[in-house]
């Protein structure tokens, strides 16, 4: 009611401006960008974005040896969880949260990009609340929980891997 009430007065407001004679509308619509300076502009962005690819490159040699015993952690816990132990899957949280600690203690994060610093930081979030899950014997909440923590990872490096279509900022895309 309010909506219809609301497109009501702007349509009297917009039929006054017109009788008033007024012929410069309120909104113009107007490319923000000329052809040029977007080319200008996709440019720039392709080469911040391979430096930034570079710098992501230089960092994983540090971060995957450092991650590998969080995730070996979580896939020996997400086949025990399939196999659907049921109480005895409590004490698999343990492990996780151990090496998760060991490995914000080192200190890899932040990430180059702070969109993949985000995403890695979420996934290791998701990761603490499954094991969290399996500690409280809810072993289908931490098994969910545990295998988006690892596709969201996959994913955010996945976007930087050296096949990937580079990421565009404020472009149209082809």
């Given at each position: 009611?309010?909506?219809?009430?609301?497109?009501?007065?702007?349509?009297?407001?917009?039929?006054?401006?017109?009788?008033?004679?007024?012929?410069?509308?309120?909104?113009?619509?107007?490319?923000?960008?000329?052809?040029?300076?977007?080319?200008?502009?996709?440019?720039?962005?392709?080469?911040?974005?391979?430096?930034?690819?570079?710098?992501v490159e230089a960092w994983r040699r540090r971060?995957?040896?450092?991650?590998?015993?969080?995730?070996?952690?979580?896939?020996?816990?997400?086949?025990?969880?399939?196999?659907t132990w049921g109480p005895d899957s409590r004490?698999?949280?343990?492990?996780?949260?151990?090496?998760?600690?060991?490995?914000?203690?080192?200190?890899?994060?932040?990430?180059?990009?702070?969109?993949?610093?985000?995403?890695?930081?979420?996934?290791?979030?998701?990761?603490?609340?499954?094991?969290?899950?399996?500690?409280?014997?809810?072993?289908?909440?931490?098994?969910?929980?545990?295998?988006?923590?690892?596709?969201?990872?996959d994913r955010a490096l996945a976007v930087f891997?050296?096949?990937?279509?580079?990421?565009?900022?404020?472009?149209?895309?082809?």
């Amino acid at each position: 009611m309010r909506i219809v009430a609301l497109g009501i007065v702007l349509l009297l407001g917009l039929v006054q401006a017109a009788s008033a004679g007024e012929s410069d509308p309120a909104i113009w619509l107007r490319p923000s960008l000329s052809p040029e300076e977007r080319v200008r502009r996709d440019a720039e962005e392709k080469v911040r974005w391979e430096r930034t690819r570079r710098e992501v490159e230089a960092w994983r040699r540090r971060f995957d040896p450092a991650i590998r015993p969080v995730r070996q952690a979580s896939g020996e816990a997400l086949r025990s969880l399939r196999m659907t132990w049921g109480p005895d899957s409590r004490n698999l949280g343990y492990q996780i949260l151990l090496e998760v600690e060991r490995f914000r203690s080192r200190s890899i994060l932040p990430a180059p990009d702070p969109q993949l610093d985000t995403q890695l930081r979420r996934a290791l979030a998701e990761l603490e609340q499954g094991a969290a899950f399996c500690l409280q014997g809810m072993p289908t909440r931490a098994q969910l929980r545990m295998e988006q923590a690892l596709r969201r990872m996959d994913r955010a490096l996945a976007v930087f891997a050296s096949e990937a279509v580079p990421r565009r900022v404020g472009a149209l895309k082809p």
